[in-house]
């Protein structure tokens, strides 16, 4: 028995050696091992649920003191959360920075805490960077640039930005993906799903699944810089209207699917108030350019940059024309849009800027939302139901109402994980992407203007009428069609110069000379 035990230990002795020394010379980073990212984010869903499965048990439901330990709990799950994002980086960072956009869908203590991931994302080491340019182009910096700044312009959770002038003169931004995220992507996500569908086991409540889904779909796509390529000078042809937008051009030659060379844009973020009145820059005109953007991708073209926080979206003065441009970085996650589920989408915005309850509660319920179309509907808007009652155009946003529907966030967690888990997958990157745009007018101080509702309507009458033209069998319907169209838009516009003029200085004046 003692021969065998000795055999046993030598044995295991030769094998951890033996592992040691491979793991040593391979200079491998234990955080690369699959076991240690599962075990730690194991631990750390453990440590959360235990949290919330016995904090509670000696205090009454409903009562401040309640109401205080929660915050307390949400606070320190949302740090734990935080910090194993950190610790595995990569998906992680990734997924934690969704949750952090969604301002009016979680708690505050997890939006705030989750928040700060945008600017605490890993670098990769210049000899790293080296490698992928090295294996991916098959050449050396030397070989491809005049210049190659090693400190990285900005780090995000896949990949890297640097500055580098090319041989010709052309200063460009490269991006590339952090070596190890295509490899570590595929077994994050399993080990996600795993553990969500443990807590959701542990807590019926707790119906996140939807999450998983859609790093699942989206994160392939995301790590194909070709596509984020293709997806940019889509949009630059489709928005191609707008003088107000730039989109870097990409240089074909310098691109994989692990490196995106583009044109090197300068500009401050779409949030920063300082810079636009250091620049000379109209922040109203910035929220209103930016709304006529998404309006127009998203009820006309169906076609949704779905990623708008504020270091993808940069504005600066032009250095050639001097006018003021808003550039869209980022092209990696853009959500297309069913046409019927596109449709109805514009006639729900449109019964909630009017205020019409039938339609509101109509187009909710086509949407998915079932019995739960008013969650539904304050979610969308980011309004209370009194608000959403009156119709969400003719009532203005409260501070009040803002800390009201905070809290109703925290309060029905269950309902609006449950409504996330029926509504089409479509809307789920949508409802991200309003609580990104809406962050940024939070900070610029236009939320809920009267020209962001315009925007949205014009682009509304717009589309409907596109759809009806199609489904016209003669050119008297589609004459009709067009005049119906082009009359509701001058109403329209009607209407914004009788909101200008109200709010005119010159009109205020001219009015007190009659007077």
Partial sequence: MAGRLLKVSSLVTGVLTSSGFYLYNRQLDLNDLSVIRF?????????????????????????EEYSVLKSKVHQRSAERLRDLCCANRGTFIKVGQHLGALDYLLPDEYTSTLKVLHSQAPQSSIEEIQQVIREDLGKELS?????????????????????????????VA????????????????????????????????FAFMWLVEEAKKNMPLELDF????????????????????????????????????????????????????????NVNKISENLG???????????????????????????????????????????QVLQPDFRLDYCRLWQALIKGDMSGVECYSRRLGAGDLYPLFACVLTARSWTAVNAGISSVPVTHSEDIEIRTNAAQYLPQISNLLNRVPRQMLLLLKTNDLLRGI??????????????????????????????????????????????????RLSMYELFLWLKGSVLLTALLAFLH
């Fill in 39 to 63: 075990g730690r984010a194991a631990a750390t869903t453990a440590v959360i649920s235990y949290d919330y499965l016995t904090a509670f048990k000696h205090v009454e439901y409903d009562t």
């Fill in 292 to 334: 006529k953007m998404y309006s127009e991708m998203i009820f006309v073209h169906g076609f949704v940059h779905c990623d708008p926080h504020p270091g993808n979206v940069l504005v600066r003065k032009c250095p050639q024309s001097k006018k003021t441009e808003i550039v869209l970085l980022d092209h990696g996650l853009y």
């Fill in 143 to 171: 070989e491809l640039f005049v210049s190659f700044e090693e400190k990285p312009l900005g780090a995000a959770s896949l990949a890297q930005v640097h500055k580098a002038v090319l041989h010709d003169g052309s200063t």
């Fill in 174 to 205: 490269i991006k590339v993906q952090h070596p190890k995220v295509q490899r570590q992507s595929s077994k994050d996500i399993v080990v996600m799903e795993v553990l969500v569908r443990a807590v959701h086991w542990l807590f019926p409540d």
């Fill in 226 to 281: 070709l596509n984020e390529g293709y997806n940019a000078e889509k949009v630059s042809s489709m928005l191609g209207h707008f003088p107000f937008l730039k989109v870097p051009t990409i240089y074909w030659d310098l691109s994989t699917k692990r490196i995106l060379t583009m044109e090197f844009a300068e500009g401050g973020q779409v949030n920063d108030r300082e810079y636009m009145k250091k620049h000379g820059i």
């Fill in 441 to 490: 007018e939070t900070t610029l101080q236009t939320r809920a203007s009267s020209s962001s509702f315009i925007n949205m309507s014009r682009c509304c009458i717009r589309a409907m009428a596109r759809h009806k033209r199609s489904k016209a069998r003669s050119k008297r319907r589609r004459l009709q069609i067009t005049l119906a169209e082009s009359f509701s838009l001058w």
